[in-house]
């Protein structure tokens, strides 16, 4: 193999090994978008089930406080 065909195929596994590096980058970009995306829609819904909680938490007293009596809220 004559030393410009080398130099030649060593170019073009250069330039390919590159394309691959840009492509593996943006690709990692794009996973990190993902990952904040996702801790952020964690954050949001960890508040809705703590809200949820507290929700069932008051309407488990409501119930314990009105329909305490063996009749329940008729008994008045």
Excluded: P, W
């Amino acid at each position: 193999m004559a030393v410009s065909e080398l130099e030649r195929a060593f170019g073009t596994l250069s330039d390919a090994l590159n394309l691959t590096e840009s492509e593996i980058t943006e690709e990692i970009k794009i996973i990190e978008q993902q990952i904040e995306e996702l801790k952020a829609r964690i954050v949001e819904l960890t508040g809705k089930q703590e809200t949820l909680a507290h929700d069932r938490s008051s309407i488990s007293e409501m119930v314990d406080r009105y329909c305490a009596t063996e009749d329940g809220a008729n008994n008045a």
